[in-house]
């Protein structure tokens, strides 16, 4: 079945398509200034950080929370201190201990039925320098997806179709 239009009806639909096209394109501009407006806004609001938020922050952390702690350092210190050498005195060798005796039972039975022993590599120590590098690294990699994250967050919002809309055939 096919609908034909009159001439009068497909007149009328060509101006409707230059009425809708134009209304289009002022969306597209207003969206366009819409994002530079806040694009602006959000640089406005980084320099109010840099220059007004951050200074006083910084200004109440020295004067109200140094001060406290200054004052409790030298307790963390020496609980890190204690803690440390018990772990390290008290800890680790009866751990190393407990494996130690469970490997050496395992091989000895391992020795009486034929089967292979354990073999025990030897223990790599970990230092504070790769235990550190790998905390950078961590923090590193969640900044990125952070600020990626954003980016592609923030896009997908001013999304605004680049074609004009297509009027029916007449």
């Known amino acids: 079945m096919s609908v034909s239009l009159s001439k009068k009806r497909k007149k009328e639909l060509r101006k409707l398509?230059?009425?809708?096209n134009k209304v289009l394109e002022a969306q597209r501009q207003v969206a366009a200034e819409a994002a530079d407006m806040a694009r602006e806004a959000g640089r406005q609001l980084?320099?109010?950080n840099h220059e007004v938020l951050q200074p006083e922050a910084r200004k109440k952390y020295h004067d109200y929370v140094e001060p406290?702690?200054?004052k409790a350092r030298p307790y963390v210190e020496k609980g890190y201190a204690k803690s440390n050498k018990f772990?390290?005195?008290t800890v680790i060798p009866?751990?190393?201990g407990v494996i130690g005796r469970a490997l050496g039972a395992y091989d000895a039975a391992a020795e009486k039925?034929?089967?292979k022993t354990v073999v025990?590599?030897?223990k790599k120590s970990t230092s504070a320098g790769a235990v550190i590098a790998a905390i950078l690294g961590v923090a590193a990699a969640v900044g990125i997806f952070v600020v990626a994250w954003k980016t592609l967050a923030a896009d997908d919002?001013?999304?605004v179709a680049d074609e004009p809309v297509a009027a029916p055939d007449a």
């Open 120 to 122: 025990v590599p030897p």
């Open 68 to 70: 406290y702690v200054d």
């Open 157 to 159: 919002e001013l999304w």
């Open 46 to 48: 980084g320099a109010l």
């Open 17 to 20: 398509q230059g009425t809708a």
């Open 113 to 115: 039925l034929g089967r």
């Open 87 to 89: 772990v390290a005195a």
């Open 94 to 96: 009866a751990a190393g």
